[in-house]
C-alpha cells in the first residue's frame, strides 16, 4: 500500500480544488480532516480530503492544502466554514489534530511521512501491509 500527501497549495484559490476533489471523489472519500498547529505564533490549519486505496493499484491519496488556513478555534474564517459544509452536504465528519509544524522537518516528505505516521496509529490510515 503506498500512501502519499499530494499538496494541492496553501489553502487561497486551491480550496476551491480541494472540495472538488471531496465531492467528485464522493464514493472513494474516507476522511475529511483538519490538523492544527502552531508556526510562529501563529494558529493554522491544514485541510486534507482522505480518499480510499485504489484496486487494483492499493495507492492512497491524501490531497492537502498544507498550513495557509487559519485555525477556526482561535480565528473562525469562511475557508474553514467552506470545507465543513461540504462535509456535511456530503456526510461526512471533519476529523481534527493538532500536529507538529511542517517547519520543524528539514524536509517537507519527511513532514508527510511523520503525518502518515500518526493517521496510522489513531486508525484514520490502514496500517502498512
Known amino acids: 500500500m503506498i500512501q502519499r500527501f499530494i499538496e494541492l497549495g ?3 484559490s486551491d480550496l476551491y480544488e480541494l472540495l472538488e476533489l471531496a465531492k467528485e471523489n464522493q464514493h472513494r472519500l474516507q476522511h475529511m480532516m483538519a490538523l ?5 505564533k501563529k494558529e493554522v490549519t491544514s485541510l486534507v480530503v482522505v480518499l480510499k486505496p485504489t484496486d487494483p493499484g492499493k495507492f492512497q491519496a491524501l490531497y492537502v492544502c498544507r498550513e495557509g488556513i487559519p485555525n477556526p478555534n482561535y480565528l473562525p474564517n469562511k475557508r474553514f466554514d467552506l470545507f465543513a459544509q461540504t462535509a456535511e452536504e456530503i456526510g461526512k465528519k471533519v476529523h481534527e489534530l493538532s500536529v507538529k509544524p511542517s517547519t ?3 524536509e517537507k516528505e519527511l513532514f508527510y ?3 502518515i ?3 496510522r496509529l489513531n486508525h484514520y490510515l490502514v496500517p502498512l501491509q
Request: no cysteine.
Open 104 to 106: 520543524i522537518f528539514h
Open 36 to 40: 492544527h498547529t502552531q508556526i510562529e
Open 113 to 115: 511521512q511523520h503525518l
Open 10 to 12: 496553501e489553502g487561497y
Open 117 to 119: 505516521g500518526i493517521l
